[in-house]
């Protein structure tokens, strides 16, 4: 008997370190990914309608140094440092000259401070494998901060400081009522040169195409370079917009082509990495294609618009629903599908677990159809 006690013992004792180990290192091999961290949430500060800037004669804008004195405080710069392969690493008879197998490399980027508890919005690609995170403020201060969650898919990593004092934090802006034409304000930290702002006008509303499937960007042409990444878009009252992630350009500088996260995407998305160390998005398991006027034609379809399903995963939520090769989908829950675009976004948004209405054409019919909504990111990852 103190045999099978003592065996029984070591078994457990393994099993909690096994488990402490995966739970310290690899959580998302857990059932239900990553676990959720006990941090509070935070508290954000809703802008109201942002003021006229300065007029000069004519009417004519003149100033923005009012919005500039009230969003820079917020902004800081990150330098995040990444442990990457030594390119020299095995060249013989330089070994003593370039190191070992590995060496530091540098990241830096933009941040924006979004609450009084140290809440930052970033870039996930500024933050990516990054083993030390360095966070500096327009007013000195500097520390490191940690990853409380980042998530590829939008291009948006959340990190939390502790600093004593309190924080400069930045108001958050009202997506909606942004217009094309607009004036708005990049800031950052472009090339490390120091915090720089930038001036431009929103020159287009939910453009996508820009890296994500699942939202629509604000296009400006405010000035956007490397650094910038993770910093702010600000509207004329000085409140938080957009997080700026990517330039379209040929030189690798800008070329008056930025995208910004929409501040409202960015929010949703650190919320649930804060409440569930993850962001949950709806699957549904069906492969799209554009439906064009000529494809239409030559497969006899009687849908003008909406998205054709080329394929369907087999015991997917699709499939179990009856969803079908050469259907057209025309809604989810209550949003309309155009293009690709519009379903991605629109399944993306479903809560996984829940049922939700699809209307698809099937020939000359139009049916609704209920899906049980999967998980993409869980799907994702046992693929």
């Known amino acids: 008997m103190r045999r099978i006690w003592l065996v029984f013992s070591q078994t457990v004792t393994v099993a909690v370190a096994l488990l402490f180990v995966v739970l310290t290192f690899k959580p998302e091999w857990l059932p239900g990914g990553r676990v959720p961290l006990a941090l509070p949430m935070p508290t954000l500060i809703q802008a109201a309608a942002p003021a006229a800037a300065a007029s000069g004669a004519g009417g004519a804008l003149s100033s923005f140094a009012g919005a500039a004195a009230q969003a820079a405080p917020a902004v800081v710069s990150i330098m995040a440092t990444k442990t990457g392969a030594n390119p020299h690493a095995n060249v013989p008879g330089f070994e003593e000259f370039f190191g070992g197998g590995s060496r530091a490399q540098l990241g830096l980027g933009s941040g924006v ?8 919005l970033t870039n996930h690609h500024v933050v990516e494998g990054a083993s030390e995170i360095e966070v500096q403020l327009t007013d000195g201060r500097s520390t490191t901060a940690r990853v409380v969650g980042s998530d590829p898919e939008t291009d948006i990593a959340v990190l939390k400081i502790e600093l004593p004092g309190a924080l400069p934090v930045m108001r958050l802006g009202d997506v909606r ?18 915090q720089t702002v930038t001036a431009g006008i929103v020159s287009a509303l939910d ?75 709806g699957w549904i398991g069906v492969e799209p294609r ?29 499939a179990k629903a009856g969803l079908k ?18 379903l991605f976004a629109a399944v993306a948004s479903l809560e996984p ?10 020939g000359k019919e139009r049916v609704s159809l209920q899906v049980q909504v999967g998980n993409r990111s869980r799907e994702a990852r046992a693929r």
């Open 290 to 318: 554009e439906l064009t006027p000529e494809l239409a034609e030559s497969l006899a379809l009687d849908a003008k618009s909406g998205v054709l399903i080329a394929g369907v995963l087999q015991n997917g939520p699709a």
């Open 207 to 281: 453009r996508t195409g820009a890296g994500s499937q699942f939202q629509n960007f604000i296009q400006t042409d405010a000035a956007i370079n490397p650094g910038n990444s993770g910093g702010a878009l600000v509207d004329a009252g000085g409140a938080l917009v957009g997080i700026n992630t990517a330039i379209f350009s040929r030189s690798g500088g800008s070329m008056g082509i930025g995208f910004a996260v929409p501040v409202d995407t960015a929010r949703s998305v650190m919320e649930q990495l804060i409440a569930g160390g993850e962001v949950r998005r």
């Open 325 to 342: 090769p050469g259907d057209v989908v025309v809604q989810v829950g209550e949003r309309p599908v155009r293009v690709a675009s519009d």
């Open 113 to 120: 401070i979004v609450s009084p508890e140290g809440y930052l």
């Open 177 to 194: 009522a942004l217009r094309v034409g607009d004036p708005v304000l990049a800031i950052g930290n472009p090339f490390n040169v120091g």
């Open 353 to 362: 677990g829940k049922s939700a209405p699809v209307v698809v054409q099937r």
